[in-house]
C-alpha cells in the first residue's frame, strides 16, 4: 500500500510539474495580480523581506551585476576557483587508492541530477578512487530518487548502502518540525533539520567504517546560504567538535534534545573526543566545480543516467517539501526554498524560466488549494498529521 501511495504521489508531482511548465505560462496574465511580482532575472518573490524591485530587477541582481561589471572582482573570483578547483583535483588524486579499508570515499548518494552528475564526473576523472554510495530511504524520499540511485549504482557496477532507519525518526523530525515552522520558514526549520541529519549519518558511517572522505552534491549556492562561506571543504575543526550540531540547532531555533530520545540524539554527529585521525573530511566538489545546468543535462544525456523529464527537483526531492510549500506560502507568502535557487539561477546553476513557472505555480496551487493540495493530502496521510495540527486548512 505505501508503495501506491508513493507513486500516486509522484504521479500528482509529474502533473502540477507538467502543468506549470506547459500550462501555466498561457494562464499568468489573467492571476497577476494575486501572485506576488519577481525579478526578471532571477525570478525571486517581492514577498521576501530583504527583497526590493526597481525596474523589475531586484536588489541582489543589481548588486550581482555591479560585482560582475568589476572587472578586478570578476578576475578574482575567477583566480578563486580556480584554486579551489586544483585544490579539490589534488585532494581526490591523492586519496585514490589510499583509504585505511575498502574505500577512500562515502558518496552520499540522493539520485537527483546533481548527485549522479557528480557521480558520473568523479568516476572519470578519478577512477581510482573506490567509493562506496550511500543513499537514505526514511519512507518519505522520491520513489523516482530510489529507483534512480538503485540503477546507477548498478550500471556503474559501485557498492551501494541503502540505509533504512526506524521510522520513529524521521517521522518525529517531520512531524515536531512541521508544526513549528512560524516565520522562520520551513527552509530553515524543517529542512534545516532534516538536511544536517543526513549528512551526519554519512558522517557516522564514514567514522566506523574508517572511509577518510565524504562528498556530497551540495551546491554553490545552498553552501553559501548554509553555512556562510563558500569553500569546497568544510573545516576540519568544525569536523572535530559539536559545531555542525550547535549552527543547526541556532538557525533552526530548535534544540534536538526537546525533539529526540536520548539514544536518537546520538545521529546528531559530534566529533568531540573522537579519533582526529579517523575523522573524515566533508567535500562538496559542486563548490569548486560550480557546473553550469547546460553541462549537468548534457552530461546526463551522454551517459544515459537520466532523462530530463526525470531530473526536476520537484520530481526527486523529499515528499514532504509538498507540505513545507503550502505551510511557507501561508505563513510567510513566499516559499522559503526561493533564496537559495535564486542564488543559483545569478550564478547560472539554474534556469529561470523553468523556476519562475514552478514558484508561481506552487504560489497559486498554495493560495486557491490546487494541485499542490493532493499531494498534501498524502503526505500528511503518511505523516498521521490533519492540515489543522500543521496551521493549514483542508
Not at 574508517?210 to 569546497?232: C, K, R, T, W
Request: one cysteine or more; charged letters at 25%; a neutral charge.
Amino acid at each position: 500500500m505505501a508503495k501506491d501511495i508513493d507513486q500516486q504521489i509522484l504521479n500528482d508531482l509529474r502533473q502540477f510539474d507538467f502543468v506549470a511548465q506547459n500550462i501555466w505560462p498561457k494562464l499568468r496574465g489573467l492571476f497577476k495580480h494575486s501572485i506576488a511580482a519577481r525579478c526578471s532575472q532571477c525570478v525571486i518573490s517581492s514577498r521576501v523581506p530583504y527583497v526590493t524591485l526597481t525596474d523589475g530587477v531586484c536588489n541582489l541582481c543589481h548588486e550581482h551585476n555591479k560585482l560582475r561589471a568589476n572587472d578586478e572582482e570578476t578576475l578574482w573570483q575567477k583566480k578563486y576557483v580556480e584554486h579551489q578547483r586544483k585544490e579539490l583535483d589534488q585532494l581526490l588524486r591523492s586519496h585514490q587508492g589510499k583509504g585505511r579499508d575498502r574505500y577512500d570515499a562515502l558518496v552520499l548518494f540522493s539520485g537527483g541530477k546533481d548527485s549522479v552528475y557528480m557521480l558520473s564526473r568523479m568516476r572519470k576523472e578519478y577512477p581510482g578512487l573506490r567509493v562506496l554510495l550511500m543513499t537514505w530511504d526514511n519512507g518519505f524520499y522520491s520513489k523516482l530518487s530510489l529507483d534512480r540511485c538503485k540503477e546507477v549504482a548498478a550500471k556503474m557496477d559501485l557498492d551501494h548502502i541503502v540505509y533504512k532507519p526506524r521510522s520513529s525518526v524521521y517521522k518525529t523530525l517531520y512531524c515536531y518540525t512541521l508544526k513549528n515552522v512560524e516565520m522562520k520558514g520551513s527552509y530553515q526549520t524543517v529542512d534545516r533539520l532534516d538536511g544536517t541529519l543526513n549528512q551526519m549519518l554519512g558522517f557516522y558511517f564514514a567514522y566506523d567504517m574508517n572511509i577518510p572522505l565524504v562528498l556530497a552534491g551540495v551546491d554553490f549556492a545552498q553552501e553559501l546560504i548554509m553555512q556562510f562561506h563558500s569553500y569546497y571543504v568544510m573545516p576540519f575543526e568544525d569536523m572535530c567538535s559539536r559545531t555542525l550540531t550547535d549552527r543547526m540547532e541556532r538557525r533552526s531555533g530548535f534544540k534536538i534534545a526537546d525533539i529526540f530520545t536520548e539514544e536518537d540524539q546520538k545521529l546528531f554527529w559530534d566529533g568531540t573526543g573522537k579519533d582526529p585521525d579517523r575523522v573524515p573530511h566533508y567535500v562538496l566538489p559542486f563548490v569548486a566545480w560550480r557546473p553550469d545546468k547546460a553541462a549537468i543535462l548534457g552530461e546526463l544525456e551522454r551517459e544515459s543516467l537520466m532523462p530530463e523529464r526525470d531530473s526536476s527537483p520537484i520530481l526527486t526531492n523529499n515528499q514532504v517539501l509538498s507540505i513545507m510549500t503550502a505551510i511557507d506560502i501561508k505563513t510567510i507568502g513566499y516559499c522559503s526554498f526561493e533564496p537559495e535557487f535564486a542564488e543559483m539561477i545569478r550564478f547560472r546553476e539554474n534556469d529561470p524560466v523553468y523556476w519562475r513557472n514552478a514558484f508561481e505555480m506552487a504560489e497559486f496551487g498554495a493560495r486557491n488549494k490546487v494541485f499542490l493540495q493532493r499531494t498534501v493530502t498524502k503526505v500528511l496521510g503518511k505523516l498521521g498529521l490533519t492540515f489543522q495540527e500543521v496551521g493549514l486548512e483542508a
